[in-house]
Antibody, heavy 116, light 110 residues
Framework: QLQLQESGPGLVKPSETLSLTCTVSGGSISRSSYYWGWIRQPPGKGLEWIGSIHYSGSTYYNPSLKSRVTISVDTSENQFSLKLRSVTDADTAVYYC????????WGQGTTVTVSS | QAGLTQPPSVSKGLRETATLTCTGNSNNVGNQGAVWLQQHQGHPPKLLSDRNNNRPSGISERLSASRSGNTASLTITGLHPEDEADYYCSAWDSSLSARVFGGGTKLTVL
């Protein structure tokens, strides 16, 4: 059974870089029919798509975040990662990873707080 | 980023039928279809229906998804208390080359 697990610091200082990793278990990240993506949810708000990546390295990003986001993949570790630069308190959210395009498998989510 | 439009809230009685709507345009819902997600408080979202209106294994037959033009719909029949949750639609937008979400609908089962 495919499982996704997010990991990374729960607290990031303003202006610094948020870094998260999603580890895929129970299946290979290198299946050609899937992309792997990040979605976030600020406290009390709805879902916001951040971006997605194919194991080949092809990426798509939310236009509103594109200048600050990099998503990368490590097929040897069966992981993909998110970097969000120059964070502010508006980036405080629960961050989820999910298999795309239908988002049929999700991680449990990890809470990231931006605060000094 | 342009998103999809969902009513913020819908209230229905136990055992009634609720229809949730999601309106986009010809670049997203109209030609890409929409997925539907259910989220209970404190839990990750769960896929209820894929882009082709198919239910994943384990999803109740009381749920059905459809699309007419640029509007996707999720119908839940015979409402149960556990159907009370937030429901989100999402679609790929071919003009943005990005995925867009609706703002979510809070379904209350009275």
């Amino acid at each position: 059974q495919l499982q996704l697990q997010e990991s990374g610091p729960g607290l990031v200082k303003p202006s610094e870089t948020l870094s998260l990793t999603c580890t895929v278990s129970g299946g290979s990240i290198s299946r050609s029919s899937y992309y792997w993506g990040w979605i976030r949810q600020p406290p009390g708000k709805g879902l916001e798509w951040i971006g997605s990546i194919h194991y080949s390295g092809s990426t798509y990003y939310n236009p509103s975040l594109k200048s600050r986001v990099t998503i990368s993949v490590d097929t040897s570790e069966n992981q993909f990662s998110l970097k969000l630069r120059s964070v502010t308190d508006a980036d405080t959210a629960v961050y989820y990873c999910a298999r795309h395009p239908d988002m049929d498998v999700w991680g449990q989510g990890t809470t990231v707080t931006v605060s000094s | 980023q342009a998103g999809l439009t969902q009513p913020p809230s819908v209230s229905k009685g136990l055992r009634e039928t609720a229809t949730l709507t999601c309106t986009g345009n010809s670049n997203n819902v109209g030609n890409q279809g929409a997925v539907w997600l259910q989220q209970h408080q404190g839990h990750p979202p769960k896929l209820l229906s894929d882009r082709n209106n198919n239910r994943p294994s384990g999803i109740s037959e009381r749920l059905s998804a459809s699309r007419s033009g640029n509007t996707a719909s999720l119908t839940i029949t015979g409402l149960h208390p556990e159907d009370e949750a937030d429901y989100y639609c999402s679609a790929w937008d071919s003009s943005l080359s990005a995925r867009v979400f609706g703002g979510g609908t809070k379904l209350t089962v009275l």
